[in-house]
Structure formats: structure tokens, C-alpha cells
T-cell receptor, first 117, second 112 residues
Framework: GNSVTQMEGPVTLSEEAFLTINCTYT??????LFWYVQYPGEGLQLLLK?????DKGSNKGFEATYRKETTSFHLEKGSVQVSDSAVYFC????????????????FGKGTHLIIQP | DAGITQSPRHKVTETGTPVTLRCHQT?????MYWYRQDPGHGLRLIHY???????DKGEVSDGYSVSRSKTEDFLLTLESATSSQTSVYFC???????????FGSGTRLTVV
């Protein structure tokens, strides 16, 4: 079956540091890949996505590149802020249309990111 | 997200009682999902629906049932709540081709 593995943390960084959160996946087909962010007490928000190999998703200074050869989708940001403190989830979807369907999303366990001023 | 609402937001119930959580969407999306979020497990799929009256089981469906009588509503029922079902429950919606899933704000359920 499908699975997603990501570092769980907590990951603690100083403001303006470089961020990498690793994510690797196992899938039988050609999944779409996602990063979701969850701020304290809130639901999940889509941060970025990539739907095919070599695609780069980006949003709010975060980036991730779909690497089929290494089955990875690592999240990066050049300079983090205190407001980036949250839990980050890597996820995949292998539905036929990749927009929804029988299998929904398969999530990693989440990475708790703490940014100190 | 304003297009998807969950109710109640918080609930405390006793072991053995039935509980129903509601997910309501205004986006007319075809697919709806129920997930539970637990520390150390991330989010796991309980049940999903691919149309009115069309539902199927996810990874952790034991002890849960669902119903979808209208496009906009997806109900999750715990027939006899147990302490192991204490969790945060999230509903999500999606539509084929738009490559995105929208999540509700969650329901925090405590079974005592």
C-alpha cells in the first residue's frame, strides 16, 4: 500500500534559519504530492502541491520538488519566521484524477516546527 | 474554510453512548472524507463518500458508520463510543481534477 515517511520532530530553529523537512513516499502508481500546514487549534491548510515528476510547488516562500527517482518531496524555506511555527504534513493521493477519489490522502505523521525569535 | 463546516466543534460523551458528527459543504464537491488525527499517527482515513448514498471504508473504519443522503452532508456515527475513539475528527472534500482537498476545522471528541 501507499505510505509517507517524514521526520517527526519537534524541529526547533531560530528565526531566519534555513528549513528542510524531509518527506519520502511509497506508492504503486504516479501520485500527486502535497504539503499541508496546521496552525495550533486549526484545521489543515494546503501549503503547496505537485502533480507530476520534477514539478516544483511553491507558496509563501516554501518550496518542494517532486523527485520520482528518489521518491521524495522535501519541504524547504530559505528564512523561517516565528509565524511559521506549526505542524507540517506531507501527503500523497493516487486517485485516478488526483483531485479526489477512492483513496483520499495518505498522510505522514506530521512534523512539529518551532521557530524561536 | 467557509465552504465546509463541522459540528459540533467540541463534544464530551460517555462510553457506550452513540455520537453523530456532521460535515456540511457548500461547494457541491463530489467526494467527502472523514479522518481522525491522533498524536504519533498523523491523519488516518475512516470512511469516504464518492456520491449520494455511495460510501466505502478507509483504513480505520471499525466502530464507525457513515451516511450521505444529500450531496452537502456527510455524517459520521459512533454507534457505541469507546475511549479509544477520543480524537480530533476532520472532514474533507474534493472534486476530481482540481488537485486539492479542503479540510474543515475539526471536531474534538472526548469519550469518558
Amino acid at each position: 500500500g501507499n505510505s509517507v515517511t517524514q521526520m517527526e520532530g519537534p524541529v526547533t530553529l531560530s528565526e531566519e534559519a534555513f528549513l528542510t523537512i524531509n518527506c519520502t513516499y511509497t506508492a504503486t502508481g504516479y501520485p500527486s504530492l502535497f504539503w499541508y500546514v496546521q496552525y495550533p487549534g486549526e484545521g489543515l491548510q494546503l501549503l503547496l502541491k505537485a502533480t507530476k515528476a520534477d514539478d516544483k510547488g511553491s507558496n509563501k516562500g516554501f518550496e518542494a520538488t517532486y523527485r520520482k527517482e528518489t521518491t521524495s518531496f522535501h519541504l524547504e524555506k530559505g528564512s523561517v519566521q516565528v509565524s511559521d511555527s506549526a505542524v507540517y504534513f506531507c501527503a500523497l493521493s493516487e486517485a485516478v484524477y488526483s483531485g479526489g477519489g477512492a483513496d483520499g490522502l495518505t498522510f505522514g505523521k506530521g512534523t512539529h516546527l518551532i521557530i524561536q525569535p | 474554510d467557509a465552504g465546509i463546516t463541522q459540528s459540533p466543534r467540541h463534544k464530551v460523551t460517555e462510553t457506550g453512548t452513540p455520537v453523530t458528527l456532521r460535515c456540511h459543504q457548500t461547494e457541491n464537491h463530489r467526494y467527502m472524507y472523514w479522518y481522525r488525527q491522533d498524536p504519533g499517527h498523523g491523519l488516518r482515513l475512516i470512511h469516504y463518500s464518492y456520491g449520494v448514498k455511495d460510501t466505502d471504508k478507509g483504513e480505520v473504519s471499525d466502530g464507525y458508520s457513515v451516511s450521505r443522503s444529500k450531496t452537502e452532508d456527510f455524517l459520521l456515527t459512533l454507534e457505541s463510543a469507546t475511549s479509544s475513539q477520543t480524537s480530533v475528527y476532520f472532514c474533507a472534500i474534493s472534486e476530481p481534477g482540481n488537485y486539492g482537498y479542503t479540510f474543515g476545522s475539526g471536531t474534538r471528541l472526548t469519550v469518558v
